[in-house]
């Protein structure tokens, strides 16, 4: 599976990229749920605050289970939240990787405090850690509202078992 950042992602269906950054913001910051996999196997789900800087898709993790599962095994799923108006969705699959670039993480923390109107450095930031999440498969679903029987999805790429 070839993984692509967001920034190439953008490039090759602005669409569904458009759609993604407008779920995953919809309530003015990044959120969404991440689904890892646990060290027997299981999914394991968690909401979490995606952000989007110099077309990269990362997240800063905390010592925690999400951030042992990332380590042990990258892969991930990411699902946006809930809409309140429609059932429209943002699924993507890839693997995390941490960031090594001190100076974007730097960046993305500075952008994390900011969207949520922090003054200073939430209690314990600094023990957390920047993954960026690389995408390997997309699904976008539009409907027309509640209910919709005949929900319009957009899969990248277009391959069998996406």
């Not at 070839?2 to 759609?19: G, I, K, S, V, Y």
């Not at 999400?66 to 809409?83: G, I």
């Not at 500075?110 to 850690?129: D, L």
């Amino acid at each position: 599976m070839t993984l692509l950042t967001w920034e190439e992602f953008a490039a090759e269906r602005p669409d569904l990229a458009e759609a993604g950054r407008d779920l995953m913001y919809q309530f003015g910051v990044g959120l969404a749920f991440l689904s890892t996999v646990r060290r027997d196997g299981g999914p394991r789900l968690h909401p979490f605050c995606p952000v989007l800087i110099e077309g990269r898709l990362v997240a800063h993790i905390i010592p925690s289970q999400k951030r042992d599962d990332l380590d042990r095994d990258p892969r991930y799923a990411l699902h946006s939240f809930a809409t309140p108006d429609n059932e429209d969705a943002f699924y993507v699959t890839g693997e995390a990787r941490r960031v090594a670039d001190a100076e974007l993480a730097g960046r993305a923390a500075v952008q994390f405090q900011a969207e949520r109107g922090y003054e200073s450095e939430p209690e314990g930031f600094s023990a957390g850690i920047f993954y960026e999440f690389l995408i390997g498969r997309c699904l976008v679903t539009r409907t027309t509202g509640r209910d919709d029987w005949h929900p319009r999805h957009s899969v990248w790429p277009g391959v069998a078992g996406s």
